[in-house]
């Protein structure tokens, strides 16, 4: 039942003008729709920058604007054409396939084995993960160019300037952080799942492969992604073990070709930058679904 000192006001609320509803909304809730704008704004200036840059046919920097007087594709047909993008292409996508794949399948075999099992030097070994990941990868580079001179010497394939060379560096750098990821995923499953499959007979690589991987899918998923990504924009370790032409990965080639003539190539730059996202896309496109769930299950219990 209204009493008489609450009908005045909802009358009066009722008579609001539209500026003083507004004005409201303005300080309730719409500073925060022009914040979002704002860094949407900041985050897409890039990007549109770089698809103007790789459109506009003069293809130089100062040339560049955020609208393109002119469009065309002649920075992607010259850059197929006349580089050896497509073999730095092919580098890149090879390199972090595989990289991706193996450094998957290794760190979840450690995981397995620090989660599951009790030895000695288990605490040492995981503590050990930890704080040789607080030292960046390129603090050693001198000491792996050295060792990796020697094992030229004796196994080329596998020496400076192959990609296979370079994808055991990444391998060494990455298995440390990843096998913690996947450890605290594995923490999650009760142990009676795997224990129940060997009283049943499974040994233990059948419980890993049969049951243990496709229980952490999800943490598979984000590791895989993010090593993916990794690899295609890694490029100081890179540009220190390829040299040839042949062997370069995208990342390596393109900075070369803006090096010394950074305006005059910065169209074809800017088309290699955008034909490169496109397998980055596709990857986080088909494993979107797992990012979310991955990357917040295993801190559940460590």
């Not at 008489?4 to 809730?29: F, I």
């Not at 070994?125 to 160019?145: C, E, R, S, T």
């Not at 450890?183 to 890993?208: C, M, N, W, Y």
């Not at 890694?234 to 803006?258: C, H, N, Q, W």
């Amino acid at each position: 039942m209204t009493t008489a000192t609450e009908a005045p006001a909802r009358a009066s609320t009722r008579r609001r003008s539209p500026s003083r509803r507004a004005v409201l909304w303005a300080t309730r809730t719409g500073w925060r729709h022009l914040v979002m704008l704002a860094f949407l704004a900041f985050a897409l200036f890039p990007i549109l920058f770089v698809v103007s840059a790789a459109l506009n046919p003069l293809g130089t920097l100062s040339s560049s604007t955020l609208i393109p007087r002119a469009a065309g594709l002649q920075n992607f047909v010259q850059l197929l054409g006349g580089t050896h993008f497509g073999r730095w292409y092919s580098n890149s996508l090879l390199l972090a396939l595989t990289n991706a794949a193996a450094t998957v399948l290794l760190s979840a075999l450690a995981a397995y084995v620090f989660s599951r099992f009790r030895f000695r030097g288990r605490r040492l070994g995981l503590y050990g993960l930890l704080v040789i990941q607080m030292f960046p990868q390129f603090l050693a580079i001198v000491a792996i160019y050295l060792m990796f001179s020697t094992v030229s010497d004796y196994w080329p394939a596998v020496g400076l300037n192959t990609p296979w060379g370079l994808m055991l560096v990444y391998l060494g750098g990455a298995l440390s952080i990843n096998t913690w990821l996947m450890k605290g995923f594995f923490d999650t499953i009760p142990p009676a799942l795997d224990e129940s499959a060997q009283v049943d007979g499974a040994t233990h690589a059948q419980a890993f492969f049969r049951i243990m991987l496709p229980l952490v899918t999800p943490v598979l998923a984000v590791v895989g992604l993010l090593v993916f990504i990794a690899t295609v924009n890694e490029f100081l370790i890179a540009s220190v073990f390829l040299r040839d032409p042949e062997v370069k990965t995208v990342a390596v080639g393109l900075y070369g070709m803006v090096a010394d003539q950074r305006d005059a190539n910065f169209g074809l730059f800017s088309a290699g930058t955008l034909l490169l996202a496109v397998p980055v896309l596709a990857v986080f496109w088909f494993l979107q679904r797992y990012i979310a769930e991955g990357l917040t299950s295993g801190a559940v219990k460590g």
